[in-house]
């Protein structure tokens, strides 16, 4: 009888941990920002600032973010792909530094048409209004968090 009681003591607290971990990763924010790191002959390169906020009070373990940067649906550029997990302290934050690797001017122009890079070639102030998809798993649950952004070129 003593097994019995012991086992459904365990089943209750192992089921009471996934569900906090469930509701943790939807508790976490994260805010990305993207700005124009270079134009050049090869096409723009961009980096992405990506700040990650646990408001829980356990330590999270999550691999590094990816971000998908899209312009009316189609990629303009992503992030690299690192197989790294980091942790996050419980009521803390961690911020990341993220390149962007951007297609070449010939890929920009079938995306953002040849006006718009005729324009960022000369020199002209260009707004894009584009989506930054940021990507990660926390704690084995997959996250992902879409921002509209306004970027200025």
């Known amino acids: ?5 012991a086992g459904g003591a ?21 805010r990305t920002g993207i700005r124009v790191h270079k ?3 090869s096409g723009i390169r961009l980096k992405a600032r990506v700040l990650l906020q646990n ?3 356990i330590e999270l373990n999550m691999q590094y ?17 690192r197989n790294e997990l980091i942790g996050i302290p419980g009521n803390g934050e961690q911020s990341f ?8 001017w010939f890929s920009l ?14 020199g002209e102030k260009v707004v894009l209004d584009i989506v930054a998809i940021t ?19």
């Open 65 to 81: 973010p990816f971000v998908n940067i899209t312009y009316k649906g189609t990629s303009l550029g992503t992030s690299t792909v």
């Open 135 to 153: 990507s990660t798993v926390v704690n084995k649950i997959p996250y992902t968090r879409e921002e509209a952004i306004k970027l200025n070129i």
């Open 55 to 57: 408001p829980n009070p």
């Open 97 to 104: 530094e993220i390149d962007i690797q951007s297609a070449g």
């Open 1 to 5: 009888m003593l097994k019995w009681i």
């Open 39 to 41: 134009v050049g002959l």
């Open 10 to 30: 365990a089943t209750f607290l192992a089921l009471r941990y996934l569900l906090r971990l469930n509701r943790v990763a939807d508790t976490i924010n994260s």
């Open 109 to 122: 122009m079938q995306v953002l048409g040849g006006d718009l890079v005729k324009r960022i070639r000369s």
